[in-house]
Nanobody
């Protein structure tokens, strides 16, 4: 069993930066793919970024070049650095994990409770 706890959301202005963190409990963290998804009101949960066990990273086109995902296996932590934020980035952001890579929310086994990111124009 894996438990995920996100932190770092907040209200910022367009162009600002935020860093989200997700701490995982449970064993074998380093073997899991860790990902971030986001969900705006009335919309589906969309893939944002993922990092697999070997450090390979994957990004949605909408955040590529602005967001960076990283992991610290010693601290069981995955981080999403978000730069040049836009109002359309406003959403609840969720940390997720699974064995193996994937960009579809239904593939992921474990989820955090979410943290809200609001970007004002």
């Amino acid at each position: 069993q894996v438990q995920l706890v996100e932190s770092g959301g907040g209200l910022v202005q367009a162009g600002d930066s935020l860093r989200l963190s997700c701490v995982a409990s449970g064993r074998a963290f380093s073997t899991y793919t860790m990902a971030w998804f986001r969900q705006a009101p009335g919309k589906e949960r969309d893939f944002v970024a993922a990092i697999n066990w070997s450090g390979n990273t994957y990004y949605s086109d909408s955040v590529k070049g602005r967001f960076t995902i990283s992991r610290d296996n010693d601290k069981n932590t995955v981080t999403l650095q978000m730069n040049s934020l836009k109002p359309e980035d406003t959403a609840a952001y969720y940390c997720a994990s699974r064995r193996g890579i994937g960009t579809t929310a239904t593939l992921y086994d474990y989820w955090g409770q979410g943290t809200q990111v609001t970007v004002s124009s």
